[in-house]
């Protein structure tokens, strides 16, 4: 939980930064200023960051700032760009967790409403209206993502304790049994043969009992 509070509130204030951007002069300067945004992406992921959590959430931060910053330097919710507003609430809920959608949607909503012009009609909070009905399409679909790495993870776990329970325990029976065949004489190799044989079972029933 601590760390959905941590990406929840970086978030918030990169919205809030976005909606002042555009009333700063450095609004003259957004694409030098996104191309710049998406350099420092760039060598941060190739030469710093090296952790997945870390880069997702520098990702997050770079689309919310661009991707916000260009509506409301085009209008706000009048914006012929809004619709990608929609998109980002899908990006964040793959690239951290659900439940930031819903956080982001909150923030989004409250700057908007914040930073509208007086004496808008109804029609203006039709884009606003939209948000709120995505936001469950965008957390669900982050849930979903998340179970289906979980299952790839429990996957590839289970596939390596496969190759390691093969090649640790049942190689080294199968070692033993080669062997005994290889200096066949009675009984004596007769009985090593079977009692590895019934361990190399025994092995066998207990892995897919765990497994």
């Known amino acids: 939980m601590q760390k959905e509070i941590i990406h929840s509130l970086v978030l918030i204030f990169s919205i809030g930064l976005s909606f002042i951007f555009p009333k700063t002069n450095l609004a003259h300067y957004d694409l030098q200023i996104a191309a710049l945004l998406f350099i420092i992406l760039y060598l941060s992921k ?7 959590p870390s880069s ?25 760009f809004f619709f990608l507003t929609q998109f980002l609430l899908f990006s964040l809920a793959l690239l951290l967790e659900p439940i930031i ?18 004496n808008q009609d109804i029609k203006s909070f039709l884009p606003l209206i939209s948000l709120a009905f995505i936001t469950p399409f965008a957390m669900f ?29 049942l190689k080294n029976h199968l070692k033993e049994i080669k062997k005994a065949i290889e200096n066949f004489i009675g009984d004596h190799e ?20 765990n497994n």
């Open 46 to 52: 190739k030469f710093f960051i090296l952790s997945s």
């Open 190 to 209: 007769l009985y090593q043969i079977k009692k590895h044989a019934q361990t190399m079972e025994k092995l066998i029933d207990k892995f897919e009992k």
């Open 141 to 169: 679909l982050g849930q979903e993502y998340l179970q289906n790495e979980k299952l790839k993870k429990k996957n590839q776990d289970l596939k390596e304790n496969t190759f390691l329970f093969l090649s640790l325990m």
């Open 101 to 118: 959608s819903i956080t982001s949607t909150l923030t989004l909503i409250i700057f908007f409403l914040i930073f509208m012009p007086a």
């Open 56 to 80: 997702r959430l520098l990702e997050s931060v770079v689309f919310t700032i661009v991707i916000v910053s260009v509506i409301n330097s085009t209008g706000g919710l009048a914006s012929p």
